[in-house]
């Protein structure tokens, strides 16, 4: 039992190693976790493409929404138990005590460590987890559908927060991927009203069965004037799409006073319109995943039987397949790695 | 008394016609204003070239920092008698029922009109005022001196709120010219801490005397640089000037989860870095003038000896001069049209 | 058509007299409106009797859950028109522009006037309205289904903003009467998660059958015992029960940090526990009625099929007997009076 | 150097015997404090007489507010260095993990251990203190002086941010003993307008020394209708003052809308009168000294010269004639004990 399985970057931009690896042992504070499934997020492609400035370890194990089962504790574990369901986060771990984590911001903690990216993660059969930032799995819960909660459903679920748009109030999601068809969910959940913007019907036809109430296929209209013209324009608006098309359509979709978040975490400059922002009183924020509590209140809303992720199982053998589907676009939902003998 | 001297835009570009137009009527809710002071605003100078996409009425009387003494009364007016003390606005007035003025947010009315630009101002010797948005001297005032309240003052006022910056916390003010010398001592009054950043040292001098406890000349040095170094970022920045890098160095100086707003309404797109924005928890916002209640406050700050604007007066008659010299940034704080006697 | 009937009080604690009246012209600004519907609200007994420290006009015809049809214009009306149906409200009018008009608290307005109290309200086969404060009943709903929305419903739905209870946050409703039954169905569109108190199995029901999930009965059990010990204490209480007793008990259910709203009017003191008030860091508010914006929003709810009171018509003869039910706690949900011959 | 001088007490309602004691050994995450002066609070008075439900620790070793320069480390300190100058504080430690620690609200963590309550504290020339929840003392700091803002300093900033007074807003200030006369300083450093309300013409004196703009004299006055007439009621009031009769008279000085924030902990209840609780639109609040965040920032407000304290040194010794004079109400400002030969 010293060996597992996992999906190893040696190289950024190389083909991911599936080969043995040591089965890490758990420090203090930590826990070994046995896998059972692992979503698969943009990110990972991100950290295995080594795309942004500040680059992730080497050699690599990816995945940072994880579910499985306590095997082992280090010293001192207070709050997980053996046996314990709980899953990995981005956010693996923080300092605690700096001005973001005293306040209950610790997704902006400095001194943070990141799942799969400063630290190995869930891209094996087996991963090391702070239990102080570990996320406790609902009883009753499927681990493979709830493992995309982890990072995609927290991620927006903190971003529709952000957005302050208000039970009764409209929100439009742009981009109805991985993120935005959970974000659906979310923002129906919340009380909002919502409109989905997306390129592919079948995607828009998803949002509709999960409650929205207008949908909109930007590759045959102009969202902007058709959200102008039926509502007045939203309350707010959520920017999962990565296309910097999508960062304009959002100031023309918005109302007046209106609040504009950005979830994604493209490459680049988006050109913003001084003039309109101004006049029309605009905020625009960007939100990255969410703390601790927010992770909680995420996984209750699944709990709660609100929040249904559409994924599918695959193999650990099958990683770079997948990141291959990943990169032209054509997976639906959210993939999920499947160490149980599911898939 | 049918005729009075005003200076009057009658094409786009062209030069101010200092001459004799009608004393205007006032209509139902009107009062009529004899005026004592106007303070000169950027926007001025937009209108009377007709900058922006909406253009003002043609001919015009810009003008939207007046003060002046209330001589006749329309039909239904309650909050305003003869002989007070009042001002104009930007908000010259707003539709009163729609969902921005039904909520306080009565500067996003889609229905409003401007003073000096779709309504005419007070460069003139008499004026038009909404009674229900007009701006209330509070007694012992100086008319020339708070005349810049009326503009500079509320909207620096107001996009410090938008800042969100607590007492106690650091605020950046971008640009020390004629609304930053105010807004450094609006930030002073409500307990922020100040940091200055300008291109000329006379200007941080000024903002120094005013209780700025840092100041930075971004010619010489970098300010995102020394804010970071010295007090690890600001919690807030309002960005006053209008030059394009003022926006991108804005976002340097800003500290995790901080906020930037834009009080200016220059022409053009800033290139918004989304990465640095999600990864930060950025907040970017536009902010406009300010409402009533924002006004009212304002003057308060004034009455309470908190604000003193510098200001020089100049006749009417030198009305194009003044556009020149603000044209080519040679203006010191305010200027303020005097029709007193004073100047 | 000059004559109209009316339930009027002539003499407070005396019998309602239902006889006939002038119908009233609308002044400037108003409107008259022929009803359809009106909800009888506790208020209209308090005014009847004459119960608080300022007293309503008399004679007075009580009512201000009335929705009818505009059948006449008064000089300067704009944004009602003939045909339209419209509802008036507990907030008749304010004046606009006081501190709390400003800033979207008309509802605080010291100058407001109050239908059915200082001014005559619904319960006649005609009402004047002031159109800026008329409430617009969307279209396709059922007048005497909504009815009880315009006090019952925004008030319940402000109380419940009031308590900031987020979406997925727990909050417990005392009293599931004619104001708790739909104050659970705002609750649940708002995303909150419900526990419901009442000493009536069958409203304790009511309240499941709209969605809370946990129910007390405070007459068998000690809710703050059952609520600590299930969920660790609510986010939020909204108090709409008028027995002193729910208030102690409010405090018991909450968790730290927690929000008490009340939203009745009884006359007397509430022992305060300051003790426990400030080691659990606990909020005590009190809320009425809701603004204009509250109103539509509140209306908004009902359109989107989220709320649906349980009401039963009765004429306006019964008012007496009404009145008599509505003293010994016989109602269930909500009696309207109805004048277009449906009951 | 094993023993030390402090002040114990063995019995609730005893005497201190001030007598040798063992200096103690820091655990882990600890640190031992060799005291120079330690402020002596009410809620002192409350632990040695077991006035509270839940009873302190025997013997006990009060005081909250004491500093002092590390002389040991325990294992695994990283936040504090031997020589540096920090604080113990009311919330000794917390969990870290709970909801409220979670969200910035460690306040209300229900795991807490509090000082010189349930863990030994400042009364006795050393102290152990939790190095996560120690109070760092800025450079150039007069430890004397700075001790009462350890908790007087940082209940009343908190108290103050909880009024939810905004910059020009009215705050009125309720007693002006150790709490009350730092309130106003920080009350206006924070931009806010004060009132103060005492029954001794000295702590009103005070109170306009420090900036308070109106006082009034309970003993004479109604404060209620002084404050209603000359500003038409506060924003906020922060009732820091023990008297019950103190709380009904902050409903009265209220403006509507307002919010009334009890400081202190007396037993008993309150007479909260719903009625106009309700009419009125108040928020009634508890609050309980602050956060680490709180404290930084209360300390940065004294470091930024905007607080001084009104202090009497007195040696350890005195501890049972200075208690006396407490309860007698004899003390002007705050009584700090002196420990480096100062007093
Ligand atoms: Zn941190
Ligand atoms: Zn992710
Ligand atoms: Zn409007
Ligand atoms: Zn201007
Ligand atoms: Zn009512
Ligand atoms: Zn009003
Ligand atoms: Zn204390
Ligand atoms: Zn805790």
Same mark, same amino acid.
């Given at each position: ?52 400035? #500040? ?21 001192? #574990? ?92 409209? #929100? ?88 504009? #978040? ?82």
């Amino acid at each position: 039992m010293s060996k597992m399985k996992a999906a190893i970057v040696e190289g950024f931009g190389e083909e991911f190693q599936v080969k043995d690896a040591e089965i890490p042992e758990p420090g203090p504070g930590q826990v070994l976790v046995k896998l059972i499934a692992s979503g698969v997020c943009h990110t990972d492609l991100h950290a295995a493409e080594g795309d942004w400035p #500040v680059k992730p370890k080497l050699p690599l194990i990816p995945g940072h929404e994880g579910v499985g089962i306590v095997e082992k504790l280090g010293e001192g #574990v207070t709050e997980v138990a053996l046996g314990d369901m709980i899953g990995n986060a981005w956010l693996a771990s923080a300092c605690g005590h700096c001005q973001y984590c005293r306040t209950g911001w610790e997704t902006l903690c400095e001194a943070q460590s990141n799942g799969g990216y400063s630290v190995d993660g869930s891209f094996g059969q087996y991963m090391l987890v702070d239990s102080r930032y570990a996320a406790h799995i609902p009883e009753g819960s499927d681990p493979h559908e709830i493992a995309p909660v982890l990072c995609a459903g927290v991620t927006v679920f903190k971003g529709l927060k952000m957005t302050e748009v208000k039970p009764g109030q409209w #929100v439009a999601i742009s981009g109805i991927g991985g993120l935005g068809h959970i974000a659906v969910q979310y923002a129906v959940a919340m009380g909002m009203r919502v409109i989905a913007i997306d390129v592919a019907d079948d995607k828009l036809a998803l949002a509709s069965k999960h409650g929205a109430e207008i949908t909109v296929n930007a590759f045959a209209q102009d969202p902007a004037e058709i959200i102008q013209q039926k509502v007045g324009g939203t309350h707010g608006v959520l920017v999962t799409a990565v296309h910097p098309k999508a960062f304009g359509q959002a100031i023309g979709m918005t109302r007046r006073g209106g609040t504009i #978040v950005f979830n994604g975490l493209p490459a680049g400059d988006f050109p913003a319109p001084i003039f309109d922002i101004v006049l029309k009183g605009l905020t625009i924020r960007g939100s990255i995943v969410g703390t601790r509590q927010d992770m909680i209140e995420a996984l209750e809303f699944y709990a709660a039987g609100k929040i249904k992720p559409t994924f599918h199982t695959r193999p650990l053998e099958d990683i770079n397949a997948v990141f291959d589907e990943m990169r032209h676009g054509k997976i639906d939902g959210r993939v999920v790695i499947d160490y149980a003998g599911r898939a």
